[in-house]
């Protein structure tokens, strides 16, 4: 009973900060900030003298931004990079993020000389839906020319509320024409699938005496287009995830997954992922496992010290094992677990100097499982985590409370700022050209399928 209480008592006392956003003045906004940092970051050392900010500014606060501001220059004296006071606008950004879409008309502008024009049109979206095509160029937004402006002055005119409608003057071809795009919203989907198979021997046009080299045909996906014939094995599924910063990444990566239920091998693309929910991390994990531990957090608590909270998959679930106080291995049921789509097949993962924080955290993962191999160039080193708390009024601190070990004990680092321990990859290779990632000159791709061909042949 007395373990049931205290751990009761835990979650009240903890809830509060997640939970509870009071409408506050200006001078309870700033005191709001000084106590969830001093209450909730993870290296006490840094709160030196801070007793000294409490009331440094009441006398100088009278209206909200006064308070912003200078809670924004306490916050900066705690010297810790991913610690910061977002405002609500940044908060609402960031929750926009997470859920995988953005209001707006779905296009990435580019400048050609003077000229603006669309780079990229979102698939699904309404720039989409209304018929723009990629290469497109502006001529004029709601009447305006826009031949002097900026892309981020044509960003910026482009946004505005669901529903409301822009109307577009776009010339195609040496052709202009008229367009009505109603704004809503834009899916962001962070996984990219594609399948491939090696062919073997000289490429077209190469001499004999030349060494052979591993080309890839692609058998579905978006770089190379479609071949007519797929070998009956060899096939290599390839996954790009661009971050965990997504609610739905697992179920991203669990529909890619199912695409490519019929591949031989997997290529996970974690190159360039920064990171993001470590939720997130932990269900795609359970997409290749069937149990084990995932990672080992140690959280700063707001009444004082740590729980160190071990997080397992199990074959039903996802399950946390507490440990604070009176709680010893005290078990949480979590999350109910995605499936093992991997079903014992090879799986390499690509990684490199900006492989970060959740993306290190499902690397290691699958790495101390006994899952996959790392092909690529040591990871960042963030073992370090964030959490958004309430201030007030919509405004959140972005707080460094929580320190992430991998299954095998290593603590990652806090991103250099003391200490940088990234993974070290298995095969070392370095990037060579600026061919595109997945495509038949990225090199380091390249080796994870020669790595993986090979891993077939030698399988019982």
């Known amino acids: 009973m007395a373990v049931l209480l205290a751990a009761a008592a835990i979650v009240l006392s903890y809830a509060h900060y997640f939970i509870y956003d009071p409408h506050v003045t200006p001078v309870e906004l700033y005191h709001n900030t000084w106590s969830v940092a001093r209450d909730n970051i993870y290296d006490q050392s840094r709160l030196k003298d801070w007793d000294q900010w409490e009331h440094k500014y009441d006398h100088l606060i009278k ?94 005119a482009l946004k505005g509320e669901d529903g409301q409608t822009v109307t577009l003057v776009m010339r195609r071809e040496g052709k202009d024409f008229s367009v009505t795009v109603t704004r809503g919203q834009v899916p962001q989907s962070v996984v990219k699938t594609l399948e491939v198979a090696p062919i073997h021997g000289l490429p077209p046009g190469k001499k004999k005496g030349r060494l052979p080299v591993t080309r890839l045909q692609v058998i579905d996906g978006t770089a190379g287009g479609a071949t007519p014939a797929a070998p009956a094995t060899g096939r290599v599924g390839y996954i790009r995830i661009e971050t965990f910063d997504q609610w739905s990444v697992h179920s991203q990566v669990q529909e890619a997954m199912e695409k490519l239920a019929n591949v031989d091998a997997l290529v996970i693309d974690l190159r360039d992922n920064p990171g993001g929910f470590i939720h997130e991390a932990v269900r795609t994990a359970a997409l290749f496992m069937d149990e084990g531990n995932v990672t080992n957090i140690n959280l700063r608590m707001p009444k004082g010290g740590y729980m160190l909270t071990h997080v397992n ?123 595109a990632y997945g495509s038949v000159n990225d090199n380091q791709f390249q080796e994870a399928v020669r790595f993986l061909e090979q891993k077939l042949k030698t399988a019982p």
Do not use: C
């Open 313 to 435: 998959i199990t074959r039903s679930q996802i399950l946390l094992k507490a440990n604070y106080g009176l709680l010893r291995d005290f078990p949480v049921p979590l999350l109910q677990r995605p499936p093992n789509l991997l079903k014992g097949r090879p799986v390499v993962l690509l990684v490199n100097g900006n492989s970060a924080s959740a993306a290190e955290m499902f690397s290691a993962a699958l790495i101390d499982n006994g899952v996959a191999t790392a092909i690529g160039t040591t990871t960042f080193g963030k073992g370090i985590g964030q959490t958004y708390l309430p201030i007030g009024n919509g405004h959140k601190l972005r707080i460094t409370h929580l320190r992430a070990f991998t299954p095998a004990g290593t603590f990652l680092g806090d991103a250099g700022q003391t200490i940088s321990n990234g993974i070290k990859p298995a095969i070392r290779l370095e990037k060579v050209g600026w061919g």
């Open 63 to 156: 209206t909200e931004d006064d308070a912003l501001k200078y809670a924004s220059e306490m916050v900066e004296h705690l010297d810790e990079s991913y610690t910061k006071l977002l405002t609500a606008s940044i908060v609402e950004r960031d929750k926009e993020r997470a859920d995988g879409h953005y209001i707006g008309v779905g296009v990435e502008l580019a400048a050609r000389g003077s000229q603006l024009t669309l780079k990229r049109v979102v698939p699904g979206g309404p720039a989409d839906l209304a018929g723009l095509k990629d290469g497109d160029d502006f001529v004029s937004l709601d009447g305006k020319d826009v031949s002097a402006w900026s892309i981020a002055m044509l960003s910026d």
